[in-house]
C-alpha cells in the first residue's frame, strides 16, 4: 500500500539551528510528495510540493528534494527562527485516478529563543 | 477572499447525540474532504466527495455522515454511532485534474464529547 514515514517528534532546536526532518514513502506509481505546516489551532497549509523525480521545492526557506532512489523527502531549513515552531506533515498524492492525500503522522518543531 | 470555513471552532456534545459540522468554500474547487487528527496519528480520512451529489467513503467512515447537495458546502454528521467522536476534524478542498495535489484546509473544528 501506500505510505508515509516521518520521523517522530517533537524535535527541539534554538534559534538559527539547522533543520532537518525526515520523510520516506512507499508508492506504487510515481507521487506527488508535500511538506505541510500546521500552526497551534489553525489548520494545514502548504510549504512546498514536488511532482516528479529530482524537482526541489522551496518556500520561506524551507527546501525538500525528490529522491527516487532512497524514496525520500527530507525537510530541511538552514536557521530556523521561533516563528517555525509547528507540526510538519509529509504527505503523498498519487497521480492517477482520485489522487487521495496520504499524511504521515506528523512531526512538532519546537524553536526557543 | 477565497477560502474554507469551518464552523463551529469548538463543540461540546453529550453521549448519544448527533451533532453537525459545517463546511463552506468559496473557491470554487469541485472536490471536498473531512479528515480526523488524533494526537500522534496524523490525519485519516472520513469522507470524500469530487462532484455534487456524489461521495465516498474513506479509511474511518464508521459512525460519519455526509452530504453534498451543493458545491460550496459538505457538511459532516457526527453520529451517536461513533464510539470516540472526540477529535479534531479538518475540512479540506482542492481542484480536480493532474498535478493539482494542492489541499486548503479549514482551520478546523473541536469536537468534545462529555
Known amino acids: ?27 506504487t506509481g510515481y507521487p506527488s510528495l508535500f511538506w505541510y505546516v500546521q500552526y497551534p489551532g489553525e489548520g494545514l497549509q502548504l510549504l512546498l510540493k514536488a511532482t516528479k ?14 529522491r527516487k532512489e532512497t524514496t525520500s523527502f527530507h525537510l530541511e531549513k538552514g536557521s530556523v527562527q521561533v516563528s517555525d515552531s509547528a507540526v510538519y506533515f509529509c504527505a503523498l498524492s498519487l497521480n492517477t485516478g482520485f489522487q487521495k492525500l496520504v499524511f504521515g503522522t506528523g512531526t512538532r518543531l519546537l524553536v526557543s529563543p | 477572499d477565497g477560502g474554507i470555513t469551518q464552523s463551529p471552532k469548538y463543540l461540546f456534545r453529550k453521549e448519544g447525540q448527533n451533532v453537525t459540522l459545517s463546511c463552506e468554500q468559496n473557491l470554487n474547487h469541485d472536490a471536498m474532504y473531512w479528515y480526523r487528527q ?10 470524500y466527495s469530487q462532484i455534487v451529489n456524489d461521495f465516498q467513503k474513506g479509511d474511518i467512515a464508521e459512525g460519519y455522515s455526509v452530504s453534498r447537495e451543493k458545491k460550496e458546502s459538505f457538511p459532516l454528521t457526527v453520529t451517536s ?24 484546509f479549514g482551520e478546523g473544528s473541536r469536537l468534545t464529547v462529555l
Do not use: H
Open chain 2, 38 to 47: 488524533d494526537p500522534g496519528q496524523g490525519l485519516r480520512l472520513i469522507y
Open chain 2, 81 to 104: 454511532a461513533q464510539k470516540n467522536p472526540t477529535a479534531f476534524y479538518l475540512c479540506a478542498s482542492r481542484l480536480q485534474g493532474p498535478n493539482t495535489g494542492e489541499l486548503f
Open chain 1, 1 to 27: 500500500g501506500n505510505s508515509v514515514t516521518q520521523m517522530e517528534g517533537p524535535v527541539t532546536l534554538s534559534e538559527e539551528a539547522f533543520l532537518t526532518i525526515n520523510c520516506t514513502y512507499t508508492a
Open chain 1, 53 to 66: 523525480a529530482d524537482d526541489k521545492g522551496s518556500n520561506k526557506g524551507f527546501e525538500a528534494t525528490y
